[in-house]
């Protein structure tokens, strides 16, 4: 399963959301191994905006998406930081959801 994380953070506080992260990356909280970021997309537009692809392993969605959540509820005090995760389709997944076969590649 893919999960795309998406973070919204006021100019100010994006030094607090960058030591929110190294604080948990030196703590060693970090998702487990069926969990892997395979892509990370930041800009700024007036405020900091990073989009983050995450892969969950079949078999461990339950167990990824609570280690997810535990991690982001870590930056519950950054004021006025938004973060939105929503699933996302491979191309083969969505095409299945449509009943599609998908061509073989």
């Given amino acids: 399963m893919l999960v795309m994380l ?29 969990v892997k970021v395979v892509g990370t997309y930041n800009w700024l537009d007036g405020e900091g905006k990073l989009i983050q692809i995450i892969a969950i392993e079949k078999g461990y969605v339950d167990e990824g998406l609570k280690a997810l959540n535990k991690l982001l509820f870590q930056y519950r005090n950054i004021e006025g930081l938004k973060i939105k995760m929503q699933p996302v389709s491979t191309l083969e997944e969505g095409l299945a959801m449509l009943g599609i076969t998908p061509p073989q590649m």
Wanted: charged share 20%; glycine share 6%; no cysteine.
């Fill in 6 to 34: 998406s973070f919204t953070v006021p100019l100010g506080k994006i030094d607090d959301f960058v030591k929110a992260f190294l604080s948990l990356v030196e703590k060693g909280q970090i998702p487990p191994s069926h």
